[in-house]
């Protein structure tokens, strides 16, 4: 077999809305089971029926973390040519080591989105339940659109965050052509019911004049603490998010306060808000984040 894997540099200024280490650490660790096949938890054959249907026929089509291949041998049924993009060299090892590997349509290259030069244009994208959040899903979005001609397919989890409607307004706003479907098993039960959001962004009217960081301020407030915090501060901050009708506020503070407010934050969420209210360190702050009500 041929080696069609290009090398491209590691990614430095990891800034993805999560620590991008330790995800990108546990990738490899699982490469090395060979009786799991990386994301086959989350995928379901309703949720591989949508998503080609979704993908063009025949198109030049960029898939953006490939793993081992889970999703790339079904997709290879509607590209034209395909190449698989994944950060992890032992996911992609595996991939190289399976059938699908023969199809001389397929290609790969270990590395991020971020990492794609210039020259790189596909007609479209499929992104596979990339670990991104908030404002790193969006950057990733954008990023991909400037290598993308036709339309930027992602797959991501229904895990109550609601990342995925900020997503899709935000790019609605910046010109990007949206569609958004909840993915079901067709199974009725809290316990054995699998969900997935399929979010579709045509890339013809997008506009880059706005960035992701001032659209991700038109999705969540933002809340200056001074540091060190107040007493009582992350207690107040948190009846004033449940009390008030933001989906997301972003809290800000002084870098040597962060952990600590950040700490206290969860603390106050488990205590006032469990099962309402999600907390979570970003680069520059922590969001909170309303989970949606089970009728939502």
């Not at 800034?15 to 490469?31: H, N, Q």
């Not at 809340?223 to 107040?230: E, G, Y």
Request: aromatic residues 6%.
């Amino acid at each position: 077999m041929k080696d069609r894997t290009r090398s491209i540099p590691e990614v430095s200024d990891a800034r993805f809305g999560v620590p991008i280490e330790p995800t990108l650490a546990r990738r490899d660790r699982l490469a090395n089971r060979y009786d799991y096949i990386f994301g086959q938890e989350r995928v379901f054959p309703e949720l591989v029926t949508a998503l080609l249907a979704a993908v063009p026929q025949g198109t030049n089509l960029l898939e953006v973390g490939a793993a081992a291949g889970l999703l790339t041998r079904p997709l290879l049924t509607r590209a034209g040519t395909l190449t698989a993009l994944e950060p992890s060299a032992g996911m992609l090892m595996r991939l190289l080591e399976s059938d699908v590997a023969n199809d001389d349509r397929l290609a790969t290259m270990q590395g991020m989105v971020e990492d794609l030069t210039d020259r790189a244009i596909f007609d479209d994208a499929v992104v596979t339940f990339t670990p991104r959040r908030g404002m790193g899903l969006l950057t990733l979005l954008t990023t991909l659109a400037s290598h993308v001609t036709g339309q930027i397919v992602m797959l991501l989890d229904d895990d109550g965050s609601m990342d995925w409607a900020y997503v899709a307004r935000a790019a609605a706003i910046q010109g990007f052509d949206v569609e958004v479907k909840i993915v079901t098993n067709n199974v009725c039960g809290e316990h054995d019911q699998k969900r997935a959001i399929l979010l579709t962004a045509g890339v013809g009217s997008w506009c880059q004049d706005c960035t992701p960081e001032e659209l991700w301020e038109l999705e969540a407030r933002v809340v200056d603490v001074p540091t060190p915090a107040p007493r009582g501060a992350a207690t107040r901050l948190m009846r004033y998010f449940l009390n008030g009708g933001d989906r997301a506020i972003v809290v800000k503070t002084e870098i040597d306060g962060v952990e600590r407010l950040y700490g206290n934050l969860r603390t106050a969420a488990h205590r006032l808000g469990r099962d309402e209210v999600t907390v979570r360190r970003v680069d520059d702050g922590i969001q909170l984040v309303r989970l949606p009500k089970a009728t939502e």
